[in-house]
Structure formats: structure tokens, C-alpha cells
């Protein structure tokens, strides 16, 4: 089976940090490339960020580029999603996915064929 359980996720006030964690098990890691979406209220899910499975290359939606970094720890096989200066709009459910398709750099949920459950962030003024 293919699993992905996010954790990490909370309240916070606006320019706080949090980090999320993906572990993902079921499958070769070494081959995959990973994305992380989100969800806020009454809004479809977006594409955030995506890493390919060597680390060595990333890609982060424009809104959130220079606060979030995703990187991976292979030995963990773990994904992770650093969130820094965090705002109001940033407030949704989190998923990490795994990217099915062949190249790493997509910002289509449709390219993502495994979901995790989602981790909720809420962020305060």
C-alpha cells in the first residue's frame, strides 16, 4: 500500500513559522518526485511547492516563494515544507502528494496520483 501521513500543522499568528513533515512509505522513493498543495476555505486545491527525489531541484508558487522552502531527507524518506512570515491567506489544509508522471516541475493536481490526509494550518492576526 501507498501511504503519505502529513504532520505538522497548527495554529499561529501572522509571521510566525511552522514546519510540515510528509513520511511517505509503499513505494521506491529513489524514483518519485514529490508536490505539496493546499486548500483554503471555499477555494479549490493549489499547487505550492514540488521537489524531485534528489533534492536538487525545486519549485515554489510565486505567492509563497522566498517564505517556503521544500526539501526531503531520503534516509527518512520524508518531505518537508518550511513555512516562514506566515500570513492570513496562507491559512488551508495542507496535502503532500506523489507526482506519477514523467519530470518533476508540474503544478497540476491531475499529474499528483497519491494524496496524503492533510495537515490544517490556521494562521491569526
Known amino acids: 500500500q501507498v501511504q503519505l501521513v502529513e504532520s505538522g500543522g497548527g495554529l499561529v499568528q501572522a509571521g510566525g513559522s511552522l514546519r510540515l513533515s510528509c513520511a511517505a512509505s509503499g513505494l521506491t522513493f529513489s524514483l518519485l518526485n514529490m508536490g505539496w498543495f493546499r486548500q483554503a476555505p471555499g477555494k479549490g486545491r493549489e499547487f505550492v511547492a514540488a521537489v524531485n527525489w534528489s533534492g536538487n531541484r525545486t519549485n515554489h508558487v510565486d505567492s509563497v516563494k522566498g517564505r517556503f522552502t521544500i526539501s526531503r531527507d531520503n534516509a527518512k524518506n520524508t518531505v518537508y515544507l518550511q513555512m516562514n512570515d506566515l500570513k492570513l491567506e496562507d491559512t488551508a489544509v495542507y496535502y503532500c502528494?506523489?507526482?506519477?508522471?514523467?519530470?518533476?516541475?508540474?503544478?497540476?493536481?491531475?499529474?499528483?496520483?497519491?494524496w496524503g490526509q492533510g495537515t490544517q494550518v490556521t494562521v491569526s492576526s
Open positions: 502528494a506523489i507526482n506519477v508522471r514523467n519530470g518533476w516541475n508540474s503544478a497540476l493536481e491531475s499529474d499528483y496520483g497519491y
